[in-house]
């Protein structure tokens, strides 16, 4: 199993930059991608971007050419650099593992971490 720490968010104005940080512990060998998701009010939850172990990186369409994802793999930690940021970047950001189970692919989630853009 695998247990994820988020940290970072917080408050930040419309145009402005805001940074993420997930810290991953247990089995690290059976996790295929680390990555991020987002939930706003009364929405879904939704991709924000992903970052294989072999180090292909899939972004939310919202957030393509804003957005940043990284990993520091000896430090078990996935990042997420948000730029150009919009009210509606407003939402409860997860950090998310792909675990890679015998028979199934089970998802991991972090506690969520708040990010709040005013305009």
């Known amino acids: 199993q695998v247990r994820l720490v988020e940290s970072g968010g917080g408050l930040a104005q419309a145009g402005g930059s805001l940074s993420l940080s997930c810290v991953a512990s247990?089995?690290?060998?059976?996790?295929?991608?680390l990555g991020w998701y987002r939930q706003a009010p009364g929405k879904k939850r939704e991709l924000v971007a992903i970052i294989t172990d072999f180090g292909s990186i899939y972004y939310g369409d919202s957030v393509k050419g804003r957005f940043t994802i990284s990993r520091n793999d000896q430090k078990n930690t996935v990042y997420l650099q948000m730029g150009n940021l919009r009210p509606e970047d407003t939402a409860v950001y997860y950090c998310n593992a792909d675990y890679q189970e015998d028979d199934a692919v089970v998802d991991f989630w972090g506690q969520g971490t708040q990010v709040t853009v005013s305009s």
């Open positions: 247990g089995d690290m060998k059976r996790v295929n991608s």
